[in-house]
């Protein structure tokens, strides 16, 4: 019942910028954290960028400064403005969301599909 969707992937020149965004749909009581995590081919899945509902912001090292996590808490939505692109960054983009459907139940993360990000060198 609960769906997140994803966009913003495409592919850019290194030093290029993208913009992704993602949106949780359903009947979701509680949203706690919403982030991005990412798999580049032949490695595993790696924490990207996270925002709590309190306001706090984790980011890989890899990326501070040249990402920028944010969110709309009325929208259900969280953006990942990625600047200054590196071929380092390809791989696909995952929208995680930390998200409750009801008072009495527990916290569940939630995953997208996947949006492919390709930077070229």
């Known amino acids: 019942q609960v769906q997140l969707w994803e966009s913003g992937g495409g592919l850019v020149q290194a030093g290029g910028s993208l913009r992704l965004s993602c949106g949780a749909s359903?009947?979701?009581?509680?949203?706690?954290?919403m982030g991005w995590y990412r798999q580049a081919p032949g490695k595993q899945r790696e924490l990207v960028a996270t925002a709590t509902i309190d306001g706090s912001t984790n980011y890989a090292d890899s990326v501070k400064g040249r990402f920028t996590i944010s969110r709309d808490i009325a929208k259900n939505t969280v953006y990942l403005q990625m600047n200054s692109l590196k071929p380092e960054d390809t791989g696909v983009y995952y929208c995680n969301a930390k998200l409750s459907l009801s008072s009495t139940s527990p916290d569940y993360n939630y995953w997208g599909q996947g949006t492919q990000v390709t930077v070229s060198s």
């Open positions: 359903g009947r979701i009581f509680s949203i706690k954290a």
